[in-house]
C-alpha cells in the first residue's frame, strides 16, 4: 500500500467514524432535551453498543497499519495534524478494553439520570452510589492511559482527553498564581462596601426566550444549522450544520437565561466556524475543550458584560420587560456585573467564577488520587466553600449536587473553564489591540467585528495546531493569567470606585 493509499483509507475511516460520534452526541442531547422519563434504561444501552462499535473502530488494527504506512513528509500543515490526532487517539483507544469503554458509557447514562432525580429531591445519599460506580470506572480507565506512577498520574490520563497536553501540576501552579490575584479583589471589593442594584420586575418565559434568541443572532448563530431548546443544565452540542444550544428560564431571574444563552452561543459559533474543508478530518474540530470555553466566555463576559453592550441591552431589556427596576444603563451595567458569592457556579460573576472551578479541581483531583472518599465529598464541598466564599451551603442543589459532571464520569474537565476565562482575557487584549474602535460598535448591539476576528484567528485554525499554539498565534504571545487579571482589575476597579 502506498502512502497516498493509506493516507485515503485512514480518511475515510475517519470520517465515519466521526458521523457515529456525532450520532452519539444527538443521543446526549436528545437524553437532556428531548428523551421521556422512560426513555432512561433504553438510552443507557443505546448508548452502550454505540460505545462499543466506536471504540471497536479507534482501535481497528487497520488502523495502525494505515498510520505505519504514511510518509508525513509531502502532507500540508493540516494533513500532518490528522495524522498526529489520529495516532494520539488510535495509541490511547488501544490501551482500553471495548468492555470498559461499554461500561463507562451506559453507567454514566444511568447515572446522570440519577443525579437529576437526587439533585430534584435535594438528596446527596440517593446519588452517592452511582457516583462511586462512576468513579471507580474513571479511575479504571485512567489506569489504562496513565503514563508514570506519580500522584497526579491518573488525572492527568483524564485531563488530556479534554485539554491534550495539559498537567494537574502545572494547572494547581497557574490556579495558584490566579487565585492570589481573586481573593486580592475580591477581598478589595468586599472592604469597599457598598453594592450594585439588582432587577426588579417581571419576566416571563415566552419574553426572555423571545430576547435570548435575539441576542444569539446579534452574534451570528447561524439558526437555520441549530435550534435553541430548555434543559436543566445548559449546554452546546453539535458541529457544522447541526448545532444545537441549550438555555434555561428563572422568572425572577432573566439574566441567567439571556448569558446562559449567550456562552453556548459562543461554543456554537465556535464549531459552526470550523474550517469547511476540514469536515470530518481530525485537523478540523476544535483545538481542546480550553480553547473553546474562551469563545463562550469572550461572548459572555469581555463582550456581553461590558459597559457599551450593556447600554445596548438595556434597551432591549426596557423594551421587552418595561420597568425592570433599573433606570439607567449605568445601572443596568452594574446589576449585570454585580459581584456577590453566590453558590451556583453557572450564575457566578466573574470574580468569583474561577474560584468555583479550583474548588471543583482540587476536589475532584483528591477523588481521582484517592485521598477523598464519595462519603466525605458533601463535607469537604461544604468546608471549602465556606473557607473560598464565606457562606454556608444551603442545600445539596447549591452545592454539591449542582453540576452534571461528575455523574457523567466528565473527570478531568473542570479546569479547562478557567483556562478558557485565561485563554479569553489574552484574546481580548489582542481583540483590542486590532480594534481600537470596538466600543463604539459594540454600544450599537454590533459584535460582528469581534466575532470576525475570533472566527479569522481562532475558528477557522481549527486544531491544525496544538491548543496553546492556536491562542498564541492569535493573541501574538503566549497566554498566561496576566490579561486575565489585568483585566478583571480595570474593569471592577472602575465598577466599585472604593477598591483600592
Known sequence: MTSDDAYSALLAHLKTTAALQGVSGLLSWDQEAMMPPKGGEQRAEQAGALSAVLHGRQTDPQMGDWLAAIDVGP?????????????????????????????????????????????????VADFLPALSEILSLAREYAACLAEGSGSDALYDALMDDFEPGGSASETAAMFGRLRAGLSDLR????EAGGDAPRLDGTFPKEAQLALAKRLADVFGYDSAAGRIDLVVHPFCSGTRGDVRITTRVDPE??????????HETGHALYE????????????????????????????????????????????????????????TARDFYRAVNRVSPGYIRTEADEVHYNLHIMMRFELE???????????DLEAAWNDRFRADFGVEVDKPSNGVLQD??????????????????????????????????????????????AVSWLRKHVHAAGSVARPADVIATACGGTADETALLDYLNGKFSALYPNVC
Open 404 to 449: 452534571v459532571h461528575w455523574s457523567v464520569g466528565l473527570f478531568g474537565y473542570f479546569p479547562t473553564y478557567t483556562l478558557g476565562n485565561v485563554y479569553a482575557g489574552a484574546l481580548m487584549a489582542a481583540i483590542r489591540r486590532d480594534m481600537p474602535d470596538l466600543d463604539s460598535a459594540l454600544a450599537a448591539g454590533d459584535v460582528s467585528g
Open 365 to 375: 483531583r483528591a477523588l481521582i488520587a484517592g485521598d477523598l472518599q464519595v462519603g
Open 187 to 190: 477581598g478589595r471589593i468586599a
Open 272 to 327: 459552526q466556524g470550523l474550517p469547511p474543508a476540514l469536515a470530518w478530518q481530525p485537523a478540523g474540530t476544535h483545538a481542546s475543550m480550553g480553547v473553546h470555553e474562551s469563545q463562550s466566555r469572550i461572548c459572555e463576559n469581555q463582550l456581553a458584560r461590558s459597559e457599551p453592550f450593556c447600554g445596548w441591552l438595556f434597551s432591549q431589556m426596557t423594551e421587552t420587560f418595561g420597568d425592570i427596576g433599573v433606570g
Open 253 to 262: 431571574n432573566p439574566f441567567d437565561c439571556l448569558y446562559s444563552t449567550v
Open 75 to 123: 502532507l500540508d500543515a493540516a494533513g500532518q495534524a490528522n495524522v498526529r490526532e489520529a495516532k494520539r487517539s488510535f495509541q490511547r483507544a488501544t490501551k482500553v478494553p471495548t468492555e470498559l469503554a461499554e461500561a463507562l458509557a451506559k453507567t454514566s447514562s444511568r447515572s446522570q439520570r440519577v443525579w437529576a432525580d437526587a439533585r430534584a429531591n435535594d438528596s
